[in-house]
């Protein structure tokens, strides 16, 4: 079975504070993807990587930045956290970009910024 | 822009009894694809269901299947027999057939009574 798996469940930062999300998919996957989940609104996409060294903003890239040096890890940055960028975190990756294959998502990083 | 609209924030079913989740898209693309996933309290996605806007017929996986009216561009999701551990958020999503990053509804809580 494909697994994402995300380094944190539950993080706690200060205002200010920069960030690291880090996110691993152990199946070669092609795709990465970062999103936030907020109550009434949903999942919203941040950024996505088709491929190692590349980057595309994603609906809400403000305050974020990505970096994917290797296939299988993708970070999410918050160069200095601020209390609205408190929110669950979610990892994915997916094969290739057929638009039939689904997504494999991690188990979220719910981070609290103080 | 890709938009899905789920108008139902909160559902209640029956034990045993089928429930219909609503999902509208709006997109200009020929090609696309819907997706349904199930987040339950633990928080990971799982995926259920995938519609191919080419498809001529309805999905189905098990006791879950979509109601798809292109020209009404709608993407309903109908759970039949519902059981208790089919309490969760449920969100639909779309993707252009031109890449593969999925666009998320706002989600529709259901719960399953006895």
């Known amino acids: 079975d494909v697994k994402v798996t995300q380094s944190s469940r539950y993080l706690v930062k200060r205002t200010g504070e920069k960030v690291f999300l880090e996110c691993v998919q152990d199946?070669?996957?092609?795709?990465m993807f970062w999103y936030r989940q907020d109550p009434g609104l949903g999942l919203r996409l941040i950024y996505f990587s088709y491929d190692v060294k590349m980057k595309e903003k994603g609906d809400i890239p403000e305050g974020y930045s990505v970096s994917r040096e290797k296939k299988e890890r993708f970070s999410l940055i918050l160069e200095s956290a601020s209390t609205n960028q408190t929110s669950m975190y979610l990892c994915?990756?997916?094969?290739?970009?057929?638009?039939?294959?689904?997504?494999?998502f991690g188990s979220g990083t719910q981070l609290s910024v103080l | 822009a890709q938009k899905i609209t789920q108008t139902q924030p909160g559902m209640f079913v029956q034990e045993k009894e089928a429930v219909t989740l609503d999902c509208t898209y709006d997109?200009?693309?020929?090609?696309?694809?819907l997706f349904w996933y199930k987040q339950p309290s633990s928080g990971e996605m799982i995926f259920l269901i995938y519609?191919?806007?080419?498809?001529?017929q309805n999905a189905t996986e098990g006791r879950y299947s979509l109601n798809f009216q292109k020209a009404r561009k709608s993407a309903n999701l109908v759970i039949s027999a519902s059981q208790l551990g089919d309490s969760a958020m449920y969100f639909c999503a779309d993707i252009p057939g031109t890449a593969s990053k999925l666009t998320f509804g706002t989600g529709t809580r259901l719960q399953v009574t006895l």
């Open positions: 519609q191919g806007s080419y498809d001529e």
């Open positions: 997109t200009s693309d020929q090609s696309y694809g």
């Open positions: 994915a990756s997916s094969p290739d970009r057929r638009p039939r294959e689904k997504l494999f």
């Open positions: 199946m070669d996957h092609e795709n």
